[in-house]
């Protein structure tokens, strides 16, 4: 997997500073987001295309599995970037739906282009599917892979599966896909400055007020039942957002639409294992 991987990264870069050039897929040519491989050696097969629905902006990377189809990079996400530093993760959101036996897997590498060598690997993976967007971090292992110095970070997001292709690669099932948003880079692990931990629960509800659409982050540190619901300031329940949604551990993003309801206060009940945490929302 990792020769092929690296084999369909595009070897054009562009200088970036502590986060990935177009970190929302906001450039956009043909359907495909810019800086970001579309073509596997002119494999029709590679599927990575724009969508609308996004974590933020206008614009996401999609990609799915086609298991009657050769090379398991028909559903990936690749590009190649300068850096600076030795920066101490890949961070990003993700929404998808993993047919059983298939995985979403994050696996960026730091690189020394000047030495060709060495390089640093991060992993991280999901097999559960997830209707709200949900934030992925993979962190570089600078134990096993004690690099000083990169000036690359090769950028890889793909599916895999139990099928498998001429190659012996494992190929996503039709049917698992993935949209995947915002990617950046965490802080340069020589600052001294560490990633924070938010406290469980609501971290923001944004923005305030609402026009049409306002967004509740929130975090889990465990799998949870959940459901999300928007009451008036009489209490009368006025939408059901998600209703005993299975959620594993993680930060998410749920999106509550606002635009049909009248100007004034409402509050959006987040319920987690039958707990209850209540945010306000102001509707202009």
Known sequence: MKKILLLALAIVTVQIHGQILNPGFESVTGNKPNNY?????????????????????NHAAYIRGLSAASYSVQGAVLGVFSTVGLPSSVQGWYKCNIVAGDSL???????????????????????????????????????????TFADTVFISVYLSGQGVDGQGVHIPATGTWAIIDDLTMGPDVNTGVKETTVEEGIEQVYPQPSTNMAFMIY???????????????????????????KQTAGKYKAEIPVYDLPQGVYFAQLKVNGQIRTAKIVKQ
């Open 105 to 147: 897997v994050f696996n960026p590498y730091l690189y020394q282009t000047t030495t060709n060598s060495p390089y640093a690997i991060a992993y991280s993976f999901t097999t559960a599917s997830t209707s709200v967007y949900k934030q992925f971090t993979a962190s570089f292992n600078f134990t096993t892979f004690p690099i």
């Open 37 to 57: 491989n579309t073509t596997f050696y002119n494999y029709s097969s590679y599927q990575i295309r724009d969508t609308s629905a996004s974590h933020t902006g």
């Open 219 to 245: 975090n889990l540190t465990e799998t949870s039942v959940c459901e999300l619901k928007l009451f008036d300031i009489t209490g009368k329940e006025m939408k059901t957002i998600f209703y005993e949604d």
